[in-house]
């Protein structure tokens, strides 16, 4: 068995290798050889503490992604998030290669939002507003960055204090970052990206514009959400796949008439993205293993040379 440790992987990866490696398998998860299994949401011994198993087979790879999120670690100072990729050997059953892939979650996350918004969003784009100030939250303004050539990016948060330290480390990455309140910043959008764990709208569909796209990235579970259903019927809908999304997803909160396009199939060309500059965008982003088993397999290769 290969075993990349997270620094080895951490010192591999980049915001290139991580945008090839999603749009890679946003194309292989409309294939026909792909399918991704039911998501396993579970606890550890202390309820708190919680792990989601994501697993999926294509007509390369095979494996699953364990995700954990355990806020007890604080007490350690330890991350609170981990992350593991395992890749099956598809000749003998066992465990092929086992990526420690925390960073490179971070990045998968982000270089999702950045092909969907790169594919999405109108050229002209330059307004980023960003819910959302945690760890997440940075890498996926630097990720929209590198596809739009941002003239703002306002943020919105919850704590003044933590959001101001926010935009000054945005700042320091040479991002043109500012604070705003959530109507003024939504009223003014090209794109708007939320990043959050929230159980609740974030803004009212009344202040979307017209030509606006819309990533929600931080809805994965039953129970969470960041967007104002009502904004569904005045857009179109795109996700990473629509069975997952509507289970665990954003669009859990749509109607059940609702029609969803998997953003693979307009990388294809199978399916339209953005028809004209007036329309509404929405792009929900659940997460599915084949993105993690891409970036463990680009990885890997990057090892290898």
Request: negative net charge.
């Amino acid at each position: 068995m290969i075993h990349i440790t997270e620094e080895q992987s951490s010192a591999l990866v980049t915001p290139e290798l991580a945008y090839q490696a999603v749009r890679n398998a946003f194309i292989a998860a409309v294939g026909p050889e792909a399918e991704s299994f039911p998501v396993v949401l579970a606890h550890a011994s202390d309820p708190q503490n919680r792990f989601t198993i994501k697993s999926a087979a294509g007509s390369e790879l095979a494996g699953l992604k364990v995700g954990a999120y355990f806020p007890t670690n604080d007490a350690h100072g330890l991350p609170r998030h981990a992350s593991t990729i395992l890749l099956i050997d598809q000749q003998t059953g066992k465990i092929g290669v086992l990526v420690e892939g925390s960073a490179l979650n971070c990045y998968r996350t982000a270089a999702a939002d950045a092909v969907a918004t790169d594919t999405l969003a109108r050229d002209d784009a330059e307004t980023l507003v960003l819910f959302g100030t945690g760890h997440q939250a940075a890498y996926e303004a630097e990720a929209i960055a590198r596809v739009r050539p941002l003239s703002h990016v306002l943020v919105v948060g919850r704590n003044p204090a933590r959001t101001g330290a926010f935009v000054e480390k945005l700042l320091e990455m040479g991002l043109p970052a500012t604070t705003s309140e959530p109507e003024a910043a939504v009223r003014s959008a090209d794109v708007i990206v939320t990043a959050t764990t929230a159980t609740a709208p974030l803004f009212d569909a009344e202040w979307v514009r017209a030509g606006t796209h819309i990533s929600s990235m931080g809805s994965d579970s039953q129970g969470k959400q960041e967007l104002p259903p009502k904004i569904f019927p005045q857009a179109r809908l795109f996700c990473d796949l629509p069975e997952q999304s509507v289970r665990i997803g954003e669009f859990q909160h749509a109607l059940p008439e609702i029609h969803l396009s998997a953003i693979g199939s307009v990388l294809t060309g199978a399916l339209p993205g953005r028809q004209d500059s007036d329309e509404i965008t929405v792009f929900d982003s659940s997460g599915i293993s084949l993105q993690d088993l891409y970036m463990a397999k680009a990885i890997l290769d990057a090892r290898n040379g």
